[in-house]
């Protein structure tokens, strides 16, 4: 390989990995890493064990935070649904609460019919 050719490849190999943030950060765990290597095999081992730990508790507290977002989305749709269905209780209008049941449980069928004979 000549080095031009392998200047080029890290150049435009490079523009991509510069937007990257896990380039980014894989560079900087790899520093820290081979720091934590130099005073030996027991700081090495505690260096990892400390990160594993870290990206860890990080990665669950994105999905976390993942979660709620889509929970705080659905919080109002899901309120409005227990206000109409607490009035209809409420009015002692069984009927309509059966009907809207039957309507929603005879679309879930549908749904679930046309998308399993679309994937199978």
């Not at 929603?104 to 069928?109: D, L, M, P, Y």
Request: glycine share 6%; hydrophobic share 50%.
């Amino acid at each position: 390989m000549s080095l031009s050719l392998l200047r080029e490849w890290l150049v435009s190999s490079g523009q991509f990995a510069g937007y990257d943030l896990e380039a980014g950060l894989l560079i900087r765990v790899v520093n820290s890493t081979t720091m934590a290597a130099r005073p030996g095999p027991l700081a090495m081992v505690a260096h990892q064990i400390c990160l594993q730990v870290w990206l860890s508790v990080s990665l669950l507290a994105d999905a976390q935070g993942a979660a709620d977002q889509f929970v705080s989305v659905s919080q109002p749709i899901t309120a409005l649904a227990f206000i109409f269905d607490g009035l209809n209780y409420g009015i002692s209008d069984f009927w309509l609460a059966a009907c809207s049941m039957v309507r929603s449980k005879v679309h879930n069928i549908l749904t679930l019919t046309i998308r399993l004979d679309q994937f199978s």
